[in-house]
């Protein structure tokens, strides 16, 4: 059976990590230099490559050519790491073994010596999760463990673990990543995998993901199940329930010409369309967002366009000053609160717009 492509093409190697180059030219160093910390704590969102990057590093202490930022990959240790099955590094679950109980079996277990590598290594995901007498417990462990122990800890929540815990580590803050650099990793994959895919649809995915670069490979491979058709930004945003990118050039148009009654029929086919509301909403938000940050100059790379939707924008965005792109979005912000609050959102997405044309697109404005 055919592996799903985040299993398929999680890196093996720090080189193969994506979007993490301070983290990982940092590990490399530090076990270059033979400076391996007692414990390590990775915060970031989620699918940037915590779990990822604490395997890799286990694969490093643990390979039996020798303590390297290259593992083999070949013998026994790190085949097992990578396959989830080694009984020398241990991953442990932090939602599910919360209990004092739980972290007194690891303090009870860390006294025994591995049973065929060089360090006995415990991964402990979503750490946060555990309670405060856990904690408590895990302290003194986790400053001095014995010699051939090792803790990775990973949190989604950082601010939630205690100081304590946090002072006994070495700490490392994953990032999101850009736009660009998923769309680069999908790209890179379809080609591997000789997906059909439109520029347009990898932006789609990328826009998508919100920097989870684990979240773009899963999309990616929902799509690819359709099999040799090319992927379209159509294609994406019917899958994915995603309002197209041309509602709301529709919608800023209206928005400029200041034709009220077109303006409200346009949502009112909202609203037949079966668009949610709120979710439009938030896509307006981001949209005049992007639009702000054009007219500043930003690059599309930065911007996270591609070629064809930067010249889409640079169009709109003739027809709107600096000044009134801010007030539009001032007036969307203010109101986003409400807007999740209310039950009658398409109602209050036609009173703000219309409130949008009177502020913004006064006669003496």
Known sequence: MAKVLSLKYRPQTFDEIWAQDHI??????????NRIANAYLFCGPRGVGKTTTARVLAKSLNCLQGISFLPCGKCPPCVDIANSRSIDVLEIDGASNRGIDEVRNIRENVKYAPVFSRYKIYIIDEVHMLTDPAFNALLKTLEEPPPHVKFILATTAPHKVPETIISRCQRFDFRKGLIEEIVDRLRFISKKENIKIEEAALYAIARKSDGAIRDGEVILDQLAAYGDKVITPKMVEDILGIIPEDIFFTYSHLLYQKDIKALLQFIGQLNESGYDPIEFFSGAIKFFR???????????????LSAEDYKKFLQIACFFTTEKVLSILNTLLANEGQMKRTSSPEILLEIISLKITQDIYSPSS
């Open 24 to 33: 990982k030219n940092t590990l490399k160093k530090a076990i270059e230099n």
């Open 290 to 304: 992007t639009l702000l940050l054009l007219k500043y100059e930003l690059p599309s790379p930065t911007l996270g």
